[in-house]
């Protein structure tokens, strides 16, 4: 094969051989030939590959086979997917294992990159980490087209400082779009910009400490680890409210004695639950009784798959629920582009709070992001992901039916991970110990609960897992419970 110039580099002759005799899917030989001349410095940062159809022809193969090994290797963080349809060896790559070399062993071609976000450990084949999005699918173009509008229009103003709120611009185009899509009341007037939902619940918590608040109540279980910290460390007592199959349990709101209350409505975390309408009239009823403040954590309401969409809870009740949105899930965690829609009454507050935290958030990305949504650039890109993500959740339940049949999942519909029950008398923590000691990555539900009891559960991140490596990581946890059952 020839010499191939792109716009971004040179990669040389890909010496790749292919043995249609061995029984390995010819996708999967050459996801490991790409795979060990990255980790010995054959193919460097940068290197820009041969197109699929340009490869594919060479090794006479289908188009789609090496389309299928290129998205492997780019879940896997080798490759990175660049705009204009060319693939690049990634700048960082990830951490090669013992003993690799240019004959890297099958085994291998199925590890799974040391990537940072919540859930992510290092060491694992394949790693079921929660909380990740695919941040290889960032829509790099068309936020660049979005950076150009704001530098060359923008008035000069809006670099100055500006108040706690954040930019006009993003306030509106965030009140046009979740008005329209996540059936909010919200009003620009009312909008502060924050960095992501860490930063948000962070000031809440303060605000409501500083106006007198003595509890605050968490879904049992729950992934607010952050909220547990920083109440305690605000002096507030933190409370467990249990959750049911559709969500937190509303008869436990009153026992509890709180002044806020913080839900995952609409995608439950880490169940899946979707409270019912009966229970978010119930939810607000007792708000208003007790006036206190719920805080809705709408982390991944855009991502569903099998049912209609579910409003949001601040669309019921603006003067009694906090709107937490954010850009993690749905672009990158690290733009640390997050969004509050505060009722009337503590708009100032949350406001002087950001300001004394860190003097607003970046301009530049504010009203890059304020654009992107105003094209609807933002719609498309859901549009994309959608799709992508609904095959690999579909091919974790084909696999989860296929091997270990006895789990159970729940929360399907929607989101990027999965809970899968397990039966009575298997352990969750000796499961989660033999996965990784067979090279997988999962976290049980236990270290989530409050309270500390419950049925056990496994929790399935799959958002930046290709489809071979969700089935392969099934697979080692069903010869991981094999040996539980068997000691």
């Not at 709408?298 to 019921?316: C, H, K, N, T, W």
């Not at 970046?362 to 549009?383: C, M, N, S, T, Y």
Request: aromatic residues 6%; hydrophobic residues 45%.
């Amino acid at each position: 094969m020839g010499r191939l110039r792109t716009n971004s580099g040179l990669a040389e002759d890909l010496l790749i051989e292919l043995d249609r005799d061995a029984g390995l899917p010819l996708h999967r030989q050459i996801e490991a030939s790409i795979r060990a001349s990255i980790r010995a410095g054959r193919l460097r940062a940068g290197a820009s590959l041969p197109p699929t159809r340009t490869l594919a022809a060479g090794l006479g193969v289908s188009r789609g086979v090496v389309v299928e090994a290129y998205q492997q290797l780019v879940a896997e963080g080798y490759l990175a997917s660049r705009s204009g349809g060319y693939t690049q060896v990634a700048a960082s790559m990830p951490p090669a294992a013992a003993g690799a070399g240019p004959k890297a062993s099958v085994a291998a071609s199925t590890a799974q990159p040391a990537a940072p976000g919540v859930g992510s450990r290092d060491g694992f084949r394949v790693d079921f980490g929660y909380g990740r999005t695919d941040v290889s699918q960032f829509p790099r173009a068309a936020w660049l087209r979005s950076v150009r509008t704001v530098l060359t229009t923008t008035p000069n103003d809006r670099f100055a400082y500006l108040d706690g709120r954040g930019v006009p611009e993003l306030h509106q185009a965030l009140c046009d779009y979740l008005n329209r899509v996540r059936g909010t009341l919200a009003v620009p007037g009312n909008v502060v910009i924050c960095n992501g939902y860490g930063q948000a619940i962070s000031l809440l918590i303060q605000v409501l400490a500083r106006r007198g608040a003595r509890r605050i109540a968490l879904e049992d279980p729950s992934s607010n680890d952050d909220a547990r910290v920083l109440a305690g460390a605000a002096g507030l007592d933190v409370a467990g409210i249990p959750v049911g199959p559709d969500g937190v349990r509303v008869d436990a709101l009153d026992p509890a004695d709180a002044d806020a209350l913080v839900l995952t409505p609409s995608h439950q975390w880490p169940t899946g639950g979707v409270l019912s309408a009966a229970a978010r009239a119930e939810v607000i009823r007792w708000a208003r009784r007790r006036g206190a403040i719920v805080v809705e954590d709408d982390y991944d309401a855009e991502y569903r798959y099998d049912r209609s969409p579910v409003g949001a809870m601040q669309g019921l009740a603006p003067d009694h629920v906090v709107y937490c949105g954010t850009a993690s899930k749905t672009l990158a965690p690290g733009l640390r582009l997050g969004w509050m829609v505060v009722p009337p009454q503590l708009v100032a507050d949350v406001a002087a709070a950001k300001l004394l935290a860190d003097r607003g958030s970046p301009v530049i990305d504010q009203l890059a992001f304020a654009d992107f949504l105003g094209r609807g650039e933002f719609d498309r890109h859901l549009r994309r992901m959608r799709p992508m993500y609904r095959r690999r959740r579909d091919a974790l339940l084909d696999a989860l039916r296929t091997h270990l049949p006895e789990l159970r999942p729940a929360g399907i519909a929607a989101g990027q991970h999965v809970v899968a029950w397990l039966p009575p008398g298997l352990d969750e923590a000796a499961v989660v110990a033999a996965a990784a000691r067979h090279g997988l990555g999962i976290q049980g539900v236990g270290p989530f609960r409050i309270a500390g009891a419950g049925p056990g559960g496994l929790i399935f991140g799959y958002a930046i897992l290709g489809e071979s490596a969700i089935a392969e990581g099934v697979a080692l946890l069903a010869t991981a419970i094999r040996e539980v059952r068997e000691s």
